[in-house]
């Protein structure tokens, strides 16, 4: 995985874990992968990994687009359906936080703007449901020109 990639990542996670999130005790962390159990997830959880790089020659000899992605997952374990709410309004904050892309003291790698694309999907492939953890994978993507 590229250094690029993890820096993206980094900066992802240093700018959500200078936010103030609306569920007390929420932790933002930067991990390679992620290993949380529902024991773990009593607080929502954060979680920032890198993602993918796709490389398209756009112009010859050799302009090409660069398309990163950071992966943010977002989860808690819920018994009520108040949880359920709060959290999902919490997913939907990290979304408009990543398009926002506004982190003071947060230094990005060169040419970094705004993602081009940010996807939310919300309980995949249902996992945990019998766990009672809620869940959504978002991911960002931002563009480059090399």
């Given amino acids: 995985m590229s250094a ?6 980094d900066a992802v996670a240093t700018g959500l874990a200078a ?3 609306a569920i007390a005790g929420t932790t933002v962390e930067r991990a390679n992968w992620i290993s949380k159990g529902p024991e773990q997830l009593v607080v929502p959880a954060i979680v ?3 993602g993918n790089r796709e490389t398209v020659r756009i112009a ?3 302009q090409r687009q660069n398309d990163y992605t950071v992966q943010v997952y977002v989860a808690q374990k819920v018994d009520t ?3 359920v709410t709060a ?3 919490q997913a939907e904050a990290v979304l408009d936080a990543l398009m926002d892309h506004s982190y003071p003291g947060v230094t990005f790698p060169t040419g970094t703007v705004s993602p081009l694309t940010v996807t939310i999907e919300t309980n995949p492939d249902d996992a945990l449901n019998e766990r009672n953890v809620w869940r959504a994978s978002i991911v960002a993507t931002y563009r480059f020109f090399a």
């Fill in 4 to 9: 690029f990639l993890q820096s993206l990542a």
């Fill in 81 to 83: 359906d108040a949880e």
């Fill in 19 to 21: 936010k103030s999130w």
């Fill in 60 to 62: 010859r000899p050799s």
């Fill in 48 to 50: 920032v990994t890198a």
């Fill in 87 to 89: 959290i999902s309004n």
